[in-house]
């Protein structure tokens, strides 16, 4: 079975500012990773993914996460916030096993930018 | 390419009703998972199907819910005699194989 702590559940920031959105997960199998996006009333859209190769994944909006299977951590980036960023962020792991493939959530990460 | 799609966006219902929430993948995916998501919590998985089949309903609560992925036609996540405590947004997933999932908007459920 697997489990994600996200350790803040709030992050207010400056607009411009760096923002890191910690991520740890546990698990007995090896795990894909995923940071999703969920803006007010609306549902989660993809923002990166680690499956395999280079630890640190890109999004294309300016964030990145670097997995580190020693800390089993898979932090969430950005060097310079905008107000449009201002979601909710979710941690997910699955297990690279087959089978169910669920995915299984840290309870999120409200980012607030302010002017 | 749509993506995922769910309906319809908001019910409402009484309490002892039923509620009916609809999902069309994207197309080519055949595989869809639930998801329920309740006030200051995040998603927590339901059920998992493909087409005809259910895989995985571990999450399923063992009484008034069900699902089914027919041949033809939308995932159903059907909830009977609802009570205030299924009150949440329902979430819809669809991958084309393992890995990754893509969300619909949701269905937000309110009893009263």
């Known amino acids: 079975a697997q489990s994600v702590t996200q350790l803040d559940s709030q992050v207010p920031v400056f607009e411009e500012a760096p923002v890191e959105l910690r991520c740890n997960y546990s698990s007995s199998v090896s795990v894909y990773l995923f940071w999703y996006v969920q803006y007010p009333n609306q549902g989660l859209q993809l923002l990166l993914k680690y499956l395999s190769g280079s630890t640190l994944v890109e999004s294309i909006n300016g964030f990145e996460a670097e997995f580190n299977k020693s800390q089993t951590s898979f932090h969430l980036r950005k060097p310079s916030v905008h107000i449009s960023d201002t979601a909710e962020y979710f941690c997910a792991v699955t297990s690279t096993q087959g089978g169910s493939e669920k995915l299984v959530f840290g309870k999120g990460t409200k980012l607030t930018v302010n002017p | 390419n749509a993506g995922v799609m769910q309906n319809p966006r908001h019910l409402v219902r009484r309490r002892g009703q039923e509620a009916r929430l609809r999902c069309s993948p994207m197309?080519?995916?055949?595989?869809v998972y639930w998801y329920r998501q309740l006030p200051e919590e995040g998603l927590k998985f339901m059920v998992y199907l493909q087409k005809e089949n259910i895989i995985d309903e571990s999450g399923m609560p063992k009484e008034r819910f069900s699902a089914e992925f027919p041949k033809e036609g939308p995932s159903i996540l059907r909830i009977q005699q609802v009570v205030r405590g299924d009150s949440a947004a329902y979430f819809c997933?669809?991958?084309?194989?393992?890995?990754?999932?893509?969300f619909g908007p949701g269905t937000r459920l309110l009893v009263l």
């Open positions: 997933a669809s991958s084309p194989r393992m890995e990754t999932q893509y």
């Open positions: 197309k080519g995916h055949s595989h």
